[in-house]
């Protein structure tokens, strides 16, 4: 019997290659760190002060909406320039703040909505105010300011 030459196999290698992992894994660390500034929630944001104009008013006073920072709603119709707002007001509900707005609306068409809110006022409590007066028909409500100065 003739021995054939053994065939010389290459030795194969068992062995997973890494390097194509770590470029993916820094490939989705890069991605993953330049989104997370994105995606973040609580940031802190400091509002622009702006100076702020008289209105003018000649035929009816407006109507001032308040909003203490308790939450606590109170209304001034500033009809009689004799009507202060003062600590002794009794706060009213948001539904009645709308309706007396919109009994008012009714006598005077042109008048003028403007709210007060304090600077420590929840801001759900004034978007509840807008949202509410919006729906019942009062487009044009104004903010009242003070100046920084």
């Given at each position: 019997m003739i021995a054939l030459p053994k065939r010389a196999r290459p030795d194969t290698n068992a062995d997973i290659n890494i390097v194509p992992y770590i470029d993916v894994m820094l490939v989705l660390?890069?991605?993953f760190m330049m989104t997370t500034p994105i995606i973040e929630q609580g940031i802190e944001v400091d509002?622009?002060?702006a100076p702020a104009t008289m209105v003018e008013?000649?035929?009816q006073q407006p109507t001032v909406i308040g909003i203490n920072k308790d939450g606590l709603?109170?209304?001034n119709s500033m009809m009689d320039p004799g009507i202060e707002e003062t600590n002794d007001m009794e706060p009213i509900s948001l539904s009645v703040v709308i309706s007396q707005?919109?009994?008012?609306?009714?006598i005077w068409p042109e008048m003028q909505v403007f709210v007060?809110?304090?600077n420590?006022?929840?801001?759900g409590k004034v978007i509840d105010l807008i949202a509410g007066l919006k729906y019942q028909g009062i487009?044009?409500?104004?903010f009242m300011t003070e100046n920084p100065n």
């Open positions: 660390l890069v991605i509002l622009p002060q008013y000649e035929d709603y109170y209304i707005v919109i009994a008012r609306h009714q007060k809110g304090d420590d006022a929840e801001y487009d044009k409500i104004g």
